[in-house]
Structures are given as C-alpha cells and as structure tokens.
C-alpha cells in the first residue's frame, strides 16, 4: 500500500528556532501534499495545500512567512516552522495524494509529527 | 456553517457488538466524496473507507460499511463486531471542490470510540 513518512515524528526545542518536517512518499509519486494541524482533542486544521514545483497555497489565518513549505520534488515536502513559539506546539501531520490515483483515491497520511516549543 | 458534523462526541460500544458512527454533510455539489478514516491515540490517520455522491450501492470494506442516505445527506459508518484495538477518533469526511476548484477535504470534529471488552 501507500506509504507516506513523516520525519522527526517528536521534537522539542527552543524557543525562536526553526524546526523542519519532512514529508516523503515512499511508494508513489505526489504533485500535491497538504498540511494539516491538529489539537488536542480537535479535528484536522488544513494548513497548506503544497503543489509540486510551485508556491504552496496557504488557509486563511496561516502565516506563510511563519510555516514555510517547500515541495521541491514528486516525492518530498517539508515544513518549517520559523522562529518557533510556545503557542506553535502542536500535532502537524501531511497527507499525499497519488499522482496515479483518481478522484475516488483518499489521501494517504504520514504519522505526524509531535512538536513542542520550550 | 459546519459541512460534516459529527453529532457523538464519544461512544461506547461492548466488544463483538455493532457500533454506527453518525455523520451528517452539507454540500451543493452533485459530485463529490465521502471518507472516513480512524485516528489511533498514536496519532497515524488510517483510511477505512469510501462513498462517491454517485455510488448507488453501500459502500463495505471487511467489518466496515458505509450507511449511504443521499437525500437525508448522511454517510454513518457502521462498525460489526468491535475489537477491542477498534478504540480511537473516527474522523468523517467530505471531498469537494473549493472557489478555486481544488479539491479539499472537509472534516468532522471526530468521534471518540471506546469498545469495552
């Protein structure tokens, strides 16, 4: 099946540091990728739709210059998060849609990424 | 206005019994999709299962079924025979196209499911 991974899956650090997450798909080619935020107890916030070879396009509310996401490649996006602050942990998780798939294809999700922000 | 609700916050099944999850849509699209999917407390968004808007049979996938009733714009998963590792947030979904015709996922608040042994 479908596999996407998701690296670090935890990290911790410090406050006003940048942290990057790495996005993969392992088995298939993606052109879009989104990145979802996720609190404790809540749904799934879609961050940023990420598309292969051009600028991301970000939700309402979502900081562009604050969440950097770059998909330099069918295989690889990343986030980072600038300047990192407390209020910036959180669960962020990326999904994947197979470039071969079709409409009815679901996304396929990596393991997220636990962040917290001392 | 909320497009998929999920109207349990949590429910509580007895091992080897039937559960059904409720969700309910809005949209004014004719074609579109519904998913639902499972969230372990560790976190991983496991896909279980798909309706399309133009599906005429129930969709099934092993102990998973889809209770699809397009005019009442509800897509219920039904669960038979809880297992014990069934436990974790079930997330309702719906895929449609936004203003800028790309096609997103609309999500549920989740429903927490405990199956008791």
């Known amino acids: 099946g479908a596999v996407v991974s998701q690296h670090p899956s935890r990290v911790i650090c410090k406050s006003g540091t940048s942290v990057k997450i790495e996005c993969r798909s392992l088995d298939f080619q993606a052109t879009t990728m989104f990145w979802y935020r996720q609190f404790p107890k809540q749904s799934l916030m879609l961050m940023a739709t990420?598309?292969?070879?051009?600028?991301?396009?970000?939700e309402q509310g979502v900081e562009k210059d604050k969440f950097l996401i770059n998909h330099a490649s069918l295989t690889l996006s990343t986030l980072t998060v600038t300047s990192a602050h407390p209020e910036d942990s959180s669960f962020y998780i990326c999904?994947?849609?197979?470039?071969?798939?079709?409409?009815?294809?679901?996304?396929?999700f990596g393991n997220g990424t636990r962040l917290t922000v001392t | 206005a909320q497009k998929i609700t999920q109207t349990q916050p949590g429910m509580f099944v007895q091992e080897k019994e039937a559960v059904t999850l409720d969700c309910t849509y809005d949209t004014s699209d004719q074609s579109y999709g519904l998913f639902w999917y499972k969230q372990p407390s560790s976190g991983e968004m496991i896909f279980l299962i798909y309706q399309g808007s133009y599906d005429e049979q129930n969709a099934t996938e092993g102990r998973y079924s889809l209770n699809f009733q397009k005019a009442r714009k509800s897509a219920n998963l039904v669960i038979s025979a809880s297992q014990l590792g069934d436990s974790a947030m079930y997330f309702c979904?719906?895929?449609?196209?936004?203003?800028?015709?790309?096609?997103?996922?609309?999500w549920g608040l989740g429903t927490s499911l405990a199956v008791n042994p």
């Open positions: 990420s598309n292969e070879g051009s600028k991301a396009t970000y």
């Open positions: 979904a719906m895929r449609e196209r936004d203003a800028g015709n790309n096609r997103k996922l609309i």
């Open positions: 999904s994947a849609r197979d470039l071969a798939g079709s409409y009815n294809s679901p996304l396929h």
